[in-house]
C-alpha cells in the first residue's frame, strides 16, 4: 500500500465492501475493514484526505514530509466516504461517523470556491501555498466531476436505522427525516458547526411510539455533552466517540436539544510531534497569509512557552469560529479552512520551545542577511511558471510545461524540448545565472543551458538527500555580456530527456575582489 496510486485502490475496496454484502465473503470483508483502518489511521492528514501527488507516503505514519500543492486529492474522499459509509451499514461505530464529519466539514465544503461554485483537484496543506481552482472553460479533472457530485450530497448519511428500529443521528445537519415506516417525522435546525446547539423534534407522530435514539457522542467533544428533553435534563453515561442513547416513548412535538461545547486543541504529525494543526470542535482552522509571495521562514511559528492555546488564541467578539493568534511577536488569524481561498494559507505550524526557537530564529536571520545581500546584487529575476513574469520575460518554448510545488512554480520542457527567456544585465561585466532546482529531481533530467546561443553549462540533475528547493550557480563569460542591456537564456533538454524542473532564476553581479 504505501508508495502505490491511492485513487487506483480505493474503488476496488468498495467493490470489497460491496461483495461482502452480497455474498457474506468474510474475506471481503476483512479486505475492506483492514484498508479503511490503515488508510484513516496511518495515511491521512488532519483534515481526512490522503495522499500527496495522487499517492500514498511511501511509509505508514509519515506524512511531515509530503506536504506540498498536491496533497489530498478531492477524489480520494469521495470514495472514502463511499467506503466509510458501506462499513458503517456493516458495523455501526462512531468512529465511521466521526471521520465522515471530519472529511466533510474540512476536505468537502473546502474544496469549493463559494463565489463561482468552481472546485478542487488537490487541497494542499503545505503551509504558503492556497487552493487552485479549475474554471468554467478548462482545467476539467476527474475531481471536477467528483466535485460537483460531492456538494449535492450533504444530505446523505445524516440519519442510519439500525437493526431493532432505532434511528442513528450521524450528522448534525439542518434536515427533516420522514421514515414513513414508522410514521414519524423528525425535524434537525442547528446552526452547527457555528453553533454548538443541535435541536430535534418530533414533528408528525399519530400514535406514541417506543423507539431507541442514538445521537453521536463526537470524539472531539472533550469538554462534554449537555442533552435536554421537552425541557428536561438528562444524564449521561456514554464518553466521547460512542453514541448517547435516549429510548423512550416518542410523542408528536417532543424536543431533544444537544449541546456539545467547542474548544481549541491540537493534532500534531505522526512522525513530527511539534508540527501541528489547530482545530476547534469539528473544525480544522487555517492561518490567513495573505496574497504576495511568502518565504517559509515568514510564516509564523508558534512558540509554545504557553501550553494552554486560550493563552494566546483568542475568539472574534463578533464572528463566529473566527480566532486571532497571537505568539513570538506576530498576529495571524485563524478561520475554519472551508472559508479561506483566494490568498496563502498554513494548516500545519511549527511549535518550538523558547531554546529551540532561539537557534532557528538565528539561522532564519542569517538566511534573512544572505538574500538581503544578494538582492543589493541582483540584476534580474525571472519566475518561471507565473503568467506575467513570462509574459514580461519574453518566454517561448517548445514541449514545456509548468506546475508547482510547495508554494513555488517550475518550468520544463520534455523529449529534448525547450524554453528560454530574457534577462535584464543593466550593462554589467561580470555576472552569474542562479538557477534553482528540486532536490527530488533526478534521473532522466539532463540540460544545456545557453546564452545567446552559446552554451555555458550541461547539467544533469541528482536526487539530493534534502528534499527541498536548492540553487546553482553558472558563470557567465564576460565576452556574452559586452555592451548588452538583455540576454537570452535557454534550457534545452537532450534527446529524450527533460530540461528542469527550473523553479525560477536570478541574474546577479559578482562580488567585486
Not at 470489497?16 to 483502518?37: H, K, M, P, V
Not at 542569517?366 to 538582492?375: D, G, P
Request: charged fraction near 20%.
Amino acid at each position: 500500500m504505501a508508495g502505490v496510486h491511492a485513487n487506483t485502490q480505493i474503488p476496488k475496496i468498495i467493490g470489497c465492501a460491496r461483495q461482502y454484502e452480497l455474498t457474506g465473503n468474510q474475506s471481503d470483508y476483512t479486505i475492506a475493514n483492514f484498508f479503511w483502518n490503515t488508510v484513516v489511521g496511518h495515511y491521512s492528514y488532519v483534515i481526512g484526505g490522503n495522499s500527496d501527488h495522487e499517492r500514498f507516503s511511501n511509509e505508514p505514519d509519515h506524512l511531515s514530509k509530503t506536504l506540498s500543492e498536491n496533497t489530498t486529492e478531492t477524489c480520494n474522499s469521495y470514495n472514502m466516504l463511499k467506503l466509510t459509509s458501506h462499513l458503517f451499514k456493516l458495523n455501526a461505530r462512531a468512529a465511521y461517523a466521526d471521520y465522515y464529519e471530519r472529511v466533510l466539514y474540512n476536505h468537502i465544503l473546502a474544496s469549493q470556491n463559494p463565489e463561482n461554485g468552481m472546485v478542487l483537484y488537490y487541497l494542499p496543506l503545505a503551509s504558503g501555498t492556497e487552493k487552485k481552482f479549475g474554471t468554467r472553460d478548462s482545467s476539467f479533472w476527474c475531481c471536477t466531476g467528483t466535485g460537483m457530485e460531492n456538494h449535492s450530497k450533504y444530505g446523505m448519511d445524516i440519519y442510519y436505522k439500525d437493526n431493532l428500529g432505532g434511528l442513528f443521528v450521524n450528522l448534525f445537519i439542518p434536515s427533516v427525516l420522514t421514515w414513513k415506516e414508522k410514521g414519524i417525522t423528525w425535524q434537525m435546525d442547528t446552526k452547527y458547526p457555528e453553533d454548538k446547539v443541535i435541536n430535534l423534534s418530533v414533528k408528525q407522530l399519530a400514535h406514541a411510539l417506543q423507539m431507541p435514539l442514538h445521537i453521536r457522542y463526537p470524539k472531539w467533544a472533550f469538554d462534554g455533552a449537555f442533552i435536554t428533553v421537552n425541557g428536561k435534563a438528562i444524564s449521561i453515561a456514554a464518553k466521547p466517540g460512542t453514541y448517547i442513547t435516549i429510548n423512550r416513548k416518542w410523542h408528536k412535538g417532543d424536543h431533544v436539544q444537544i449541546t456539545y461545547p467547542m474548544s481549541l486543541y491540537t493534532e500534531s504529525m505522526p512522525d513530527n510531534a511539534n508540527q501541528k494543526a489547530v482545530l476547534y470542535g469539528p473544525l480544522v482552522l487555517s492561518g490567513e497569509l495573505g496574497t504576495g509571495q511568502i518565504w517559509q521562514r515568514d510564516i509564523p511559528v508558534f512558540v509554545s512557552a504557553k501550553a494552554n492555546l486560550n493563552d494566546w488564541i483568542k475568539p472574534d467578539d463578533k464572528q463566529p469560529n473566527l480566532f486571532y493568534a497571537s505568539n513570538n511577536g506576530k498576529k495571524v488569524m485563524l478561520e475554519p479552512l472551508y472559508k479561506v481561498y483566494n490568498q496563502k494559507q498554513a494548516v500545519y505550524w511549527d511549535f518550538f520551545t523558547a531554546d529551540e526557537w532561539k537557534l532557528k530564529e538565528q539561522q532564519f536571520e542569517a538566511e534573512r542577511k544572505a538574500e538581503e545581500e544578494l538582492n543589493a546584487r541582483t540584476l534580474d529575476v525571472m519566475r518561471l511558471g507565473e503568467m506575467q513574469p513570462e509574459r514580461d520575460h519574453s518566454l517561448k518554448g517548445e514541449q514545456t510545461n509548468t506546475g508547482g510545488v510547495n508554494g513555488m512554480r517550475w518550468r520544463d520542457a520534455t523529449n529534448g524540448g525547450w524554453f528560454s527567456f530574457t534577462m535584464a544585465t543593466k550593462g554589467a561585466q561580470a555576472a552569474q545565472l542562479q538557477c534553482n532546482y528540486l532536490g527530488t529531481d533526478g534521473e532522466g533530467r539532463e540540460f544545456e543551458i545557453l546564452v545567446d546561443g552559446q552554451k555555458i553549462a550541461t547539467e544533469k540533475l541528482s536526487v539530493k538527500t534534502a528534499p527541498g528547493i536548492y540553487a546553482l550557480n553558472y558563470a557567465i563569460p564576460a565576452g556574452l555580456l559586452n555592451g548588452k542591456q538583455y540576454i537570452t537564456v535557454k534550457f534545452q533538454a537532450l534527446p529524450g530527456k527533460t530540461a528542469g524542473g527550473v523553479f525560477g532564476c536570478r541574474l546577479y553581479k559578482q562580488k567585486s575582489l
